[in-house]
Nanobody, 122 residues
Framework: VQLQASGGGSVQAGGSLRLACAAS????????MGWFRQTPTVEREIVAA????????WYIDSVKGRFTISRDNSKNTVYLQMNNLKPEDTAIYYCAGREAHYSTSRWQYDYWGQGTQVTVSS
């Protein structure tokens, strides 16, 4: 599975961005997917995860109510809608997938996309 993340950019605090993770070579409808982020001072941490069906979702506390993970299996794509962005959301965001139930551990994911930079200014 190859994953391609896109949609990052620079916004002011309170703004919105939508990240997309497009998969190729294989259909990801049986894959749980996650979005992670990393900064120079914070190790890669999970932000949100979604089951293969989209019926189960998980969010880190700091983004609950602001971020929404979703997927469109017909387009082989997973999304992360980010609203009310804060400067502390600034990071490189990565998508990842695994053939099983979703996990909150980065070590459980087998496939990774390249990162996309999100910068939020105050």
């Amino acid at each position: 599975v190859q994953l391609q993340a896109s949609g990052g950019g620079s916004v002011q605090a309170g703004g919105s961005l939508r990240l997309a993770c497009a998969a190729s070579k294989y259909n990801i409808r049986t894959y749980a997917m996650g979005w992670f982020r990393q900064t120079p001072t914070v190790e890669r941490e999970i932000v949100a995860a979604i089951s293969y069906s989209g019926g189960s979702k998980w969010y880190i506390d700091s983004v609950k109510g602001r971020f929404t993970i979703s997927r469109d299996n017909s387009k082989n794509t997973v999304y992360l809608q980010m609203n009310n962005l804060k400067p502390e959301d600034t990071a490189i965001y990565y998508c990842a997938g695994r053939e099983a139930h979703y996990s909150t551990s980065r070590w459980q994911y087998d496939y990774w996309g390249q990162g996309t930079q999100v910068t939020v200014s105050s």
